[in-house]
């Protein structure tokens, strides 16, 4: 397969701008998802090794926080690393932990400055102990921002976050804090990793797959979902703003009618 050419900064600047001039801000999603796949395939087709695709993945992590944050984007969340990853190489797992760790030595200052708040999903105890105290301290330093909030989901499964939190509601019963007629959506919903957030409005995934891949399993029940084949490396600011558009093109009727067609020029 060919490389895919990218176009000119000065051409993707202008489609940018043209963009954003067709998104309501009104009408933003709250909180987007993002899988971000395709680091590999993008490293091969161009004779690098696999890491070298997760590096220039973390590049484009900084840039697609950077832009949510400008058009006002209250929450992203992406999917770093699923508890399925354990199976890769070992080599490459410790290539994937050394680099979060690196993303957070490089621009955390950058993170604190735009007032983003960090959070991570998923079960820290199996990470490296040099690992957990790079994220303590972002999760320490950035506990009270309130600009734009950044969770990480990381050693991370939605099947697995679904199993805690009812083991967590089964001692709660068992103890007799919780009565298990009262145990409702809302209920089950606190005892996730997410608890706090909204559901995600606008789920995005590259690379071309058309899974979700036990990311938020509970959490994506009514969130438009929207695929791109753009390898998560190559995915920029036009790539968010085509589609948060796409996103406000769409009605959401939540199991409901239908209601009149968004408004949205092309």
């Known amino acids: 397969m060919p490389t895919r050419r990218e176009a000119p900064s000065s051409t993707k600047d202008a489609e940018y701008q043209r963009l954003v001039q067709l998104i309501e801000p009104a009408r933003l999603p709250r909180h987007v998802a993002i899988i971000m796949d395709g680091n590999g395939r993008w490293a091969r087709e161009r004779g690098l090794p696999r890491v070298a695709g997760h590096r220039a993945g973390v590049e484009a992590l900084r840039g697609v926080v950077r832009t949510a944050g400008e058009l006002g984007v209250p929450v992203l969340t992406v999917y770093a690393f699923s508890t399925e990853n354990w199976k890769r190489p070992r080599h490459e797992i410790d290539a994937l932990m050394n680099l979060i760790v690196e993303y957070l030595r490089k621009y955390l200052d950058e993170l604190c400055s735009n007032q983003v708040h960090i959070r991570v999903l998923g079960d820290l105890d199996p990470l490296p102990a040099p690992i957990r105290r790079q994220v303590d301290l972002a999760l320490e330093r950035t506990r009270d921002h309130r600009r734009m909030t950044l969770a990480v989901a990381w050693n991370y499964g939605g099947r697995a976050d679904i199993v805690k939190a009812v083991r967590q509601l089964a001692r709660e019963v068992a103890a007799g804090r919780v009565d298990p007629e009262a145990i409702d959506e809302a209920c089950l919903g606190r005892h996730l990793d997410t608890a706090g957030l909204p559901d995600p409005d606008l789920l995005i995934r590259c690379s071309g797959e058309l ?55 092309c």
């Open 211 to 265: 899974r979700i891949s036990n990311f938020l399993l509970w959490e994506l029940a009514y969130t438009e979902l929207w695929f791109t084949p753009v390898y998560w490396p190559d995915f920029d600011r036009v790539h968010l703003a085509e589609a948060i558009l796409e996103y406000q093109r769409r009605r959401r009727r939540f199991g409901g009618l239908e209601g009149p067609d968004p408004v949205v020029p």
